[in-house]
């Protein structure tokens, strides 16, 4: 309510905030009724990715506000009743959760390309550069993580870099109209989160190698079977 009297953001965006935001408050309500409506989680996660690309749209058109309510719908709303729809009913499936990763990536491309290009167009390049910069390195988050944890258990570590973070700062920066501060502070965290990730990987990766070494140096005493 502050950012919205100090940067004059439209009373119709500010409501149409509170009522998404109302909806997220009644989700299981809500997720009931979708229940008994027969949609799937899959089907959820389409339609997310759906608004994602209508909200990438937007944005390249210069409808930011458009843009950031769309993106509200489609990760806040959608990205979360997939999964909680899922878990409530038992309807988690190997191939959600691909689907679900997969189309997330897309979306979060979809989303800074389209903010990307707006500012390119509009002759802002340094901005047009960080949202650049921000959509690759939201993949490389994501990749990180999945190739890490194919040589080590879990690789969860983070520096304010994960697709939560980085669509409220877009959202909330977007919905103010200061691109720059939001990009800037989305790309330094992402670009943290992947470094600590390759440091936390190699540690762990040095550990797993050190304690090998060590049971080849130093063998368990031999006991003789009865």
Not at 12 to 28: D, E, K, Q
Not at 99 to 111: A, K, Q, W, Y
Request: net charge neutral.
């Amino acid at each position: 309510m502050a950012s919205a009297y100090i940067f004059d953001i439209s009373w119709p965006v500010v409501m149409i905030c509170g009522v998404l935001g109302l909806m997220g408050l009644a989700s299981r309500s809500i997720l009931s009724w979708m229940r008994e409506a027969g949609v799937t989680p899959n089907q959820l996660t389409v339609v997310g990715s759906l608004l994602s690309l209508a909200a990438a749209a937007c944005f390249a058109a210069g409808w930011t506000s458009a843009g950031c309510l769309l993106t509200i719908a489609g990760t806040a709303l959608c990205d979360v009743w997939d999964g909680w729809l899922a878990r409530m009913y038992n309807l988690r499936t190997r191939f959600g959760g691909v689907l679900d990763s997969v189309l997330d990536r897309l979306s979060d491309g979809f989303i800074f390309s389209g903010v990307a290009f707006r500012l390119l167009a509009d002759g802002e390049l340094f901005s047009g550069m960080l949202a650049l910069y921000a959509t690759v390195t939201a993949q490389v988050v994501s990749y990180s993580r999945a190739r890490a944890e194919t040589q080590i258990a879990s690789c969860e570590v983070s520096v304010l870099g994960g697709r939560p973070e980085r669509l409220a700062l877009l959202i909330y920066f977007g919905l103010i109209g200061h691109w720059q501060p939001g990009l800037i502070l989305i790309c330094l965290f992402q670009s943290l989160t992947i470094i600590r990730r390759m440091l936390y990987t190699h540690r762990q990766l040095k550990a797993d190698v050190m304690a090998a070494e060590g049971a080849t140096r130093y063998p368990p005493a031999w006991k003789p079977t009865e």
